[in-house]
């Protein structure tokens, strides 16, 4: 919801506050951590679903001028919300026919495949100009970026990299938030053998979690992505990094049924005592996932309240017995994500990651912005 318009914020079922500040912080903590590598942010995803054309701007003033985002389209998207000396990659490649579009915006694409470096230097060849890009090598994720076979054609093929203006080589880690995980060896010495077939050249390789694995996963460029948004890519507690949002649903009924009774769609909760059930107006429509019902909460004045029954599209129904004359009334406001309830504790409620939860962020809410400046 546009929290330009003139409303009253009881309009929306719920509040979602977004701390501006707290972004800029973890940004610096990040780039303290990384130096003397750069740091880029992650901002794909509309910023994890938080808001990219809140979080871009507040990022380039803490410092970023490199930003990643997944898709051309959020890169057409978030142009008009930076200077422009910020640079914008495309991690997930471009489409073919779309390379010419893609240069003339300036934006800079991460090739994944010997066949969209091949276009890419034909269009260099074109224009006679040296386009920038990115290379991205598979160091064991098997999921983008060329494999030890396709590194090896390019490097039997290498026009690219008199033809383009390559800034980096890039890899990503599969396990970076698994400290102990071997794997993440594994996959340093694989990017380290393949890089050896290649000009030597600026390389990115860690994400949130592998900034903190240490030196030798930093390279040149780190890129941070759930870490910008407050959530400690290894679970540390209590951690450097900020809370970013805090999120609230509205009270929309109270009732009292007896035991015995069904609760919501299914029938998938039955009372077991006289029970004080609220209603509060957020749903699976606004992120708050299925998976949630009968194991996720909800916390007012710091007490825990159960989700009983399914979530609906538009609300979800709390157990409030156990604040007897202080449970909550119509209107009032319920924390869903805040102070007692983090971002990774719903996410481990749902048995999903943080980023779902924040991606899943639905645009009902009444969106309110901290920034000191």
């Known amino acids: 919801m546009n929290n330009n318009l003139d409303f009253d914020s009881r309009a929306a079922g719920g509040i979602l506050t977004i701390d501006l500040d707290a972004v800029q912080h973890n940004y610096k903590i990040l780039s303290a951590e990384a130096k003397p590598a750069g740091t880029a942010a992650v901002i794909k995803a509309d910023a994890y679903g938080i808001g990219a054309v809140q979080i871009a701007p507040a990022l380039y003033k803490a410092g970023c001028r490199m930003f990643f985002v997944a898709q051309l389209i959020e890169a057409f998207q978030l142009r008009p919300c930076l200077p422009d000396d910020a640079e914008i990659a495309i991690l997930n490649d471009i489409q073919p026919g779309m390379e010419a579009v893609t240069a003339d915006a300036g934006f800079i694409p991460v090739l994944n495949s010997f066949s969209s470096i091949k276009t890419w230097s034909a269009l260099c ?29 390019l490097a039997a093929n290498p026009e690219i990299f008199d033809r383009a203006d390559i800034r980096y080589i890039l890899s990503h880690l599969a396990y970076s938030d698994e400290y102990a995980n071997d794997i993440n060896n ?51 507690k209590p951690s450097r990094l900020r809370p970013v949002i805090k999120l609230e649903a509205r009270v929309i009924q109270t009732r009292h049924v007896g035991a015995g009774i069904e609760i919501g769609y299914g029938g998938t909760w039955l009372t077991t005592q006289p029970t004080h059930i609220a209603t509060v107006a957020v749903g699976y429509a606004d992120g708050w996932l299925r998976s949630l019902g009968n194991c996720g909460s909800a916390y007012f004045s710091d007490y825990r309240l159960p989700i009983i029954g399914r979530i609906s599209m538009d609300s ?58």
Not at 200 to 218: C, E, H, M, T
Not at 324 to 331: F, Q, Y
């Open 125 to 153: 060849r074109e224009k006679k100009q040296k386009l920038p890009a990115m290379l991205q090598l598979d160091s064991g994720m098997s999921r983008l970026g060329l494999d030890a076979e396709e590194a090896g054609q």
């Open 316 to 373: 979800m129904t709390l157990d409030v017995t156990a604040l007897g004359k202080t449970a909550p009334r119509r209107g009032d406001l319920i924390e869903l994500i805040g102070p007692n309830q983090r971002v990774e504790d719903v996410a481990r409620n749902a048995g999903t990651v943080p980023h779902e939860i924040l991606t899943a962020l639905g645009h009902r809410y009444d969106r309110r912005i901290l920034k000191s400046q």
């Open 186 to 236: 594994k996959q340093l010495i694989t990017l380290k053998k393949l890089l050896k077939k290649l000009p030597s050249l600026p390389v990115s390789f860690a994400n949130s979690g592998g900034i903190y694995l240490g030196k030798d996963y930093r390279f040149d460029l780190v890129r941070p992505g759930i870490a910008l948004y407050g959530v400690d890519p290894h679970g540390q």
